[in-house]
């Protein structure tokens, strides 16, 4: 039995595998949300609780049969899906889901050090874009989705850059009073839509002549799929899926800027004892 | 402060353990060592072999001799079955995907030809089927189980033999892993077993060409 997807090289079936790893991951991440809930001793309302309920669906989906299992070892679109969900789906959803109270208790306890250094946009911006380049190199990746380790460890980075990227936007702790909201534009356009990492991914999985991993290229096919054109695909998901974020994630901002700057208060209005008036 | 870059370079030890496998390390190596000695990807055979007088059948019913068949051009030959759900469609394919990288008078240079290792359920029809969604210009032939196994034979390949399916009732075929490159004399000279990628056979291909024009592989001319 597998703990974690990856690639194993045998042809692919529709037959349901269990992934222990992936349900133990999952319910560590539901039990951590819900222990920092409880200890702050608030009933949380059911719009973040349903925020919350999909980021962590979307890591499970993402982790679990049959995604986890066709992205790890047979195609590369269903990878990128797995990149999309697990950094640039599930962190923002989580972390808008937490209540203004557990982030309060945060700030009350003065906010440590290495957290405020953690996630600056800078950091986020730079850590998330050098975990695209090092985890779709081939040399790099094409070895490591071949142990559960290596596609645990993808995982897992592609997870924490996406928090540290998606932090300095959602979180209200630490308190960014420069980091105005046409700024967390222009970052999440660099970060993600116009990031000339992406820029360069999506241009080498759409054109190039021949699949860019050997994963994919060599693996059992799937419904026939030409590998050329999985890995087109994919660039394709990269591309359209990161602008899909990109824009809902702006719209997001720009329609809470408005609202802020009219005065009127949405249902998190006093979240975050450290926000900018 | 100091948490953040024992977290990072953590993060990145994983990251270069998890890459750096042992098995796969060995296997570049090897690969390099083999590109800088033959100028190929294809793993060069210690002796050639002849290919053996065996009749096959096309698709369109004509008998050929195997061995008369790959004569006059360089010739890929794969010995393995419709429904293997691995190895053959791979192979098949990225041999297919690196063709069309190259002109149709170098295309027209190459034969490729795909030989059922499962002639029972490997009909005419299917075969037809399966060998055109991958590139109709690729020759299909079927045989006597007698003919396909004195074929293996004389190739130095592993016979092929049923195995048990995943299903009941159902069944795989274990088979040789490897296309054969044939120069025109008859003889094989190299073998690219499973794992030859799209770009390594774009690479190969036009070397393969230069060397079975010159009549031999490059070790014997240069020794």
Redesign the interface.
């Known amino acids: 039995m597998q703990w974690w997807c990856s690639a194993q ?5 529709w037959t349901w595998r269990a992934y222990p790893g992936v349900w133990l991951f999952i319910a560590l991440v539901g039990a951590a949300l819900a222990y920092a809930h409880r200890r702050s001793g608030v009933r949380t309302q059911p719009w973040r609780v349903s925020l919350m309920a999909q980021g962590v669906l979307a890591l499970w989906i993402a982790l679990d049969w049959p995604v986890g299992a066709l992205g790890g070892g047979y195609l590369a679109s269903l990878h990128m899906l797995q990149f999309l969900l697990i950094a640039l789906v599930a962190p923002p959803l989580i972390l808008l889901g937490i209540h203004e109270e557990v982030w309060d208790r945060l700030a009350r306890r003065a906010v440590p ?2 957290l405020t ?2 996630t600056t946009p800078l950091l986020g911006l730079v850590t998330l874009n050098a975990v695209i380049v ?1 985890t779709h190199l081939p ?2 990746a ?3 989705m ?2 559960q ?2 596609s645990f ?1 993808i995982d897992m ?1 592609w997870l ?1 850059s996406g928090t540290l990227f998606w932090w300095p936007l959602v979180a209200p702790v630490p308190a960014r009073p420069r980091f105005v909201p046409p700024l967390r534009m222009g970052y999440l356009v660099l970060g993600i839509m116009f990031s000339p990492v992406t820029i360069v991914l999506v241009a080498v999985l759409v054109f190039n ?3 860019l991993f ?1 994963t994919y ?5 799937v419904g ?1 799929l ?3 054109l999985d890995h087109q695909i994919a660039g394709l998901l990269m591309s359209v899926g990161g602008a899909v974020i990109t824009l809902v994630g702006m719209t997001t901002i720009f329609f809470r800027w408005a609202r802020e700057s009219e005065g009127v208060h949405g249902p998190d209005a006093n979240r975050g004892v450290h926000r900018p008036a | 402060m100091r948490t953040l870059p024992r977290v990072l370079l953590a993060g990145a030890l994983l990251l270069v353990l998890t890459a750096c496998d042992r098995g796969t390390a060995a296997e570049r190596d090897a690969n390099a060592r083999r590109v800088a000695e033959t100028g190929l990807y294809g793993h060069r055979l210690d002796s050639a072999r002849v290919v053996p007088a065996v009749t096959l059948v096309d698709l369109h019913g004509t008998s050929h001799d195997l061995a008369q068949l790959t004569r006059g051009k360089l010739s890929l030959l794969f010995f393995g079955y419709t429904n293997c759900p691995d190895v053959c469609p791979v192979h098949m394919t990225n041999i297919a995907a690196a063709m069309r990288a190259f002109s149709w008078a170098r295309r027209d240079s190459i034969r490729v030809i795909f030989v059922t290792t499962d002639p029972q359920r490997d009909t005419t029809e299917r075969l037809r089927e399966w060998i055109g969604s991958i590139d109709s210009t690729f020759l299909a032939l079927r045989g006597s189980q007698a003919a396909l196994d004195s074929a293996q034979r004389g190739l130095g390949l592993a016979e092929a033999m049923r195995l048990p399916g995943v299903h009941e009732g159902d069944y795989q075929v274990g088979h040789a892993g490897q296309v054969l490159a044939v120069f025109p004399d008859g003889t094989v000279r190299y073998a690219y077993p499973f794992g030859i990628r799209q770009a390594e056979w774009v690479h190969d291909l036009p070397k393969l060409l230069a060397y079975a024009a010159a009549g031999d592989a490059p070790a014997s001319r240069e020794g």
Do not use: C, F
């Not at chain 1, 090289?9 to 079936?13: D, F, I, P, R, S």
């Open positions: 090289g045998v042809a692919w079936e050090r290495w250094a953690a090092l040399a790099i094409d070895p490591m071949a142990t380790l290596g460890a980075l924490a002549e021949h699949p050997a290229e060599l693996a059992p096919r026939g030409d590998s050329v």
